[in-house]
């Protein structure tokens, strides 16, 4: 079961996070260059943020499933994980409200951002979010492996 679990929480982290990580390095800088305008590079990249944000979900009850094994194994470990699944879940409920304040000023059937002061506003938010989010999943795979480790050490 515990094999399970861990080939799983890898999977979806892979998923997420390459993702995350493919899409903001690449796709947004990409949409920018081709679109000669960040805003409406919004436009496109409005609709892949949400699969994100799915994903984003389906890590953390991933990640929140681990953090409750390894708290029954080894507490410190454990906690510290929990503490950064906790960010994770907080960053993604962030970004889900700032999604929304950001599609309120995105016209879709017109192809336009409706209030560009806004829009900025809430894209600075939702790119400081997108970190909080990205370094806390980061911190938490490393602190995963590192507590697997241990627990595979001690179980010998």
């Known amino acids: ?4 679990v861990r080939i799983a929480l890898l999977f979806a982290f892979a998923l997420f ?22 805003i409406d590079g919004g436009l496109i990249t409005q609709r892949v943020t949400v699969v994100l944000q799915n994903l ?12 409750w094994m390894v708290l029954r194994k ?6 510290v994980l929990i503490g950064c699944t906790v960010v994770l879940a907080g960053s993604l409920a962030g970004l889900v409200m700032v999604h929304g ?11 336009e951002v409706t209030d560009r002061a806004a829009f900025v506003v809430g ?4 790119n400081q979010l997108t970190t909080i ?3 806390s999943s980061l911190i938490y ?4 492996v590192y507590a697997w480790q241990s627990i595979d050490r001690n179980a010998c």
């Open 133 to 135: 989010e990205w370094l």
């Open 123 to 126: 894209h600075r938010r939702y």
């Open 56 to 67: 984003g979900w389906f890590a953390a009850v991933m990640m929140a499933g681990n953090s």
């Open 101 to 111: 304040h950001l599609d309120a000023v995105i016209d879709v059937a017109n192809y």
């Open 141 to 144: 795979m490393l602190i995963t």
């Open 1 to 4: 079961m515990v094999g399970f």
């Open 74 to 79: 080894h507490r410190r470990f454990g906690y």
């Open 17 to 38: 996070w390459g993702g995350l990580t493919f899409y903001t390095g690449f796709v947004v800088r990409i949409s920018h260059d081709v679109l000669g305008d960040p």
